[in-house]
């Protein structure tokens, strides 16, 4: 259900009678359901009147009984009850704002009539049009089916009685006179309309079956004189349906003010869902339906997933994201200056390197922050956060480390390296950004010559893209095509630093992967020599494999990794600086 159009019954129905006092023509669509109601609602053409560009919409909404019940798959005699009806109206009322007309087929006796008007006025309903009818009656469309005419007095008494029941004076009961439908004369439906007008009827809708328009050009001609005569404006209602030449303009002209479409978006529906079912039958496969299909993503649109998913970001940035940092292993080529501490435990420039991103990380607003230790582990300790510990650490996998934080993972999470020291603006960027997953990379790799003994996580783009000196792209075209530590340097296009970011979704999509992984895999896989010791941008390389879209964020300065005496002597020249 989308909020868009979200209203109060007691905004909504005094709408149509506004509309009717100024004039407007009122243009009506039928809807049956919640889908087509907002389609109904919100659906818009730019057209010219009169050689000025206009933006055309429909008025007001027809809750209709024949789309109704042949929506529920059944015929329209009355059989579908009044508690099934206002469901129907009910949900088409909950995603629209505009005015509904509720087709109230014959309204029943004068009793239930008065409960039907008191349930729709107070759901919002604008108007009810009862036709003059004997229950349970029939669809008016189909020639050669009995139709019982109630007699006009019992049928005025019926609006009386409903009119007494009302409570706002926004609500609108329109009186259907179906004399023509039934093969009476002229003479009979002016009678009526007669009757009814001094009964205290909001408006008369005279229907008809012929294909032509002149029985209710007639009426309507016959109409304005009873009106003027009786000292009453009152509006007329037209459902052209079978009499489809003639135009909104005309009908205007000849004196109707409601012109009802009473149920284009059901036979539409129909016929397009039956060419789908048989072009499937006939292909057994699905390509051939896709051009005459919307694409999900409209209908995810049109129903408010995507508003959903926008604020469920928004309240992923807002909300503490989780995040985790491995720092198990541990770090041969610092051996002698770390003497059996962490690497985490490094100090650079009088504060440990895990001191350093708490100080990043919280500047950021990221406060839940879980460390994963291992090597040395009685000598890790920081303030504020969470410890947890990876007994194998001694195999070496960065992924086997993060996943004793599974559970911290689920509604998203931030991966960050233990080894690495970045700049706040990294972080604040990262965590604006709207994709599942997306990892940041430097893409200066190109001009660097590979350290030796350094291992480092190179990327190749989507299409081999390479990062250009100037422009401008958005993050949504950022692509991962492959990862790994054994893509030839020269190839590579970017490096992963080793800060990864994973919405709710793109967790969702990590876990599922890594679950299925560990199950059905054993030995070799990606890069690695075993499933037990699969590493991080394995488990990527896997995800891209099978399809999940990997974004990455691009950076180009603004970090450093340490992994050597070097980078220790760099780290302490920027941090004194
Ligand atoms: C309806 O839409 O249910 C109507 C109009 O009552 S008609 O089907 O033309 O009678
Ligand atoms: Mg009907």
Redesign the pocket.
Known sequence: MTLINTTLPEQRRGKLKALLENGKTVRVL?AHNGLSGIIANTVEVTGDSNGQTVVRQFDAI?E????DSASKGHP?IEVITFDSRIHSINEILAVTDKPMIV?GDTGGDANTFEYTVSKLEQAGVSAVIIEDKIFPKR???ESGVQQNLEDPEVFAQKIQRGKRIQKSSDFMIIARIESLIAGKPMEEAIKRATKYLKAGIDGIMI?SKSKNPDEILEFAEKYKHLLKTLKLNKPLVC?P?TYNLITEDELNAAGFSIIIY??HLLRSAYQAMTKTAKTLLRKQRSLEVDPFCTPVREIFKTVGFLDVKEKDQKDEKTTNTPVIIPAAGEAPSLKKILNGKPKAMLEICGKTLINHQIQTLSNANFADITLIAGYGKDKLYAEGISIMENPDYHKGSLLNSIMVAKEKMINGFIMLYSDILIEDQILKKLKECKEDIILVADNSTQYHEPEEGNVLDYIITKNHYKPKRREIRFISENIVGKIGSKINPETATHEFIGLARFSKTGAEQFLETYNDVVKRFTGRFQESEDVSRLSFTDLIQEMIDRGFAVHYMEIHKGWLEIHSAEHIALAQKSFST
């Open positions: 039928e027809w209709s009984s024949l789309t329209d087709d669809n008016s469309l229907h459902v349906t009473a149920n």
